[in-house]
């Protein structure tokens, strides 16, 4: 008996088309970063303090990604920036051929920063490369202090963690520290940031790490 092992072939043909966006956003030089985290993590929030700060610097746009996307996209286009939402439907994760389709949309010969809003959730966006050049995990405080081994995966295949919300972490009985110390115990050599809305140290340590990115693309 042959047996086909369809995981596998979903995943390697989405690898391929994950390839070619990647190589169309090279051509473009545009720096494009895959945020990924639970519902309520602060993915949306982190995004926008983002664009506030590097819009005057850099073109920027958005893929919102989401069961009902409109919800988050509107909040990025009330910054005035393209923005591109994406229903996934049934689906709790982007593919790289719906990125695929969004690019298509979007003009990358004026755009210098490309960010990708995940769907909401620790496990589905694991598999599915979307042709991204940073791939973030953002895990909010209030998820417990135990959320990062209970779903390994996607911090060992992030390139960037941000543990959020930290101002709360006294509040809601969370050490934020042992979550730092849980992400590195995954992965080793992966950059952690620790933020907060209110403490702009944090925010601008999160918005340089990505604007290091943009730089880095520009000089390809």
Same mark, same amino acid.
């Given at each position: ?7 596998? !072939? ?7 088309? #994950? ?8 051509? &473009?030089?545009? %720096? ?8 309520? +993590?602060?993915? @949306? ?8 700060? =590097?819009?005057?610097? &850099? ?9 009902? #996307? ?5 909040? %990025? *286009?009330?910054?005035?920036?393209? @923005? ?9 994760? =982007?593919?790289?051929? $719906? ?8 003009? $990358?010969?004026? @755009? ?15 598999? %599915?490369? $979307? ?17 990062? $081994? ?16 930290? !101002? ?15 992400? =590195?115990?995954? *992965? ?6 620790? @933020? +907060? ?14 604007? =290091? ?8």
């Amino acid at each position: 008996m042959h047996v086909i092992d369809m995981g596998h !072939d979903v995943y390697k043909a989405n690898d391929k088309v #994950a390839e070619k966006n990647k190589k169309k956003l090279d051509k &473009y030089q545009v %720096f494009s970063v895959n945020v990924m985290g639970a519902i309520g +993590s602060g993915k @949306t929030t982190l995004i926008e303090e983002a664009i506030r700060q =590097l819009k005057d610097k &850099y073109n920027i746009a958005v893929i919102a990604g989401d069961v009902v #996307a409109e919800m988050d996209s509107s909040r %990025f *286009k009330k910054l005035d920036v393209p @923005t591109i939402p994406v229903n996934t439907g049934k689906e709790c994760h =982007l593919d790289a051929k $719906l990125v695929e389709k969004a690019l298509d949309e979007i003009d $990358l010969s004026n @755009t210098d920063l490309l960010f990708i809003e995940n769907v909401g959730n620790l496990i589905c966006p694991v598999d %599915f490369k $979307l042709g991204e050049h940073l791939r973030v995990v953002i895990v909010s405080v209030t998820e417990g202090d135990d959320i990062i $081994l209970k779903h390994p995966m996607i911090f060992k295949t992030s390139d960037l963690a941000v543990i959020n919300k930290v !101002d709360i972490a006294h509040a809601v009985d969370v050490d934020a520290e042992k979550m730092r110390d849980d992400i =590195l115990s995954l *992965k080793p050599n992966v950059p952690v940031i620790l @933020t +907060s809305k209110h403490d702009w140290e944090s925010l601008e340590t999160w918005i340089s790490f990505i604007e =290091l990115g943009v730089k880095e693309a520009q000089n390809r």
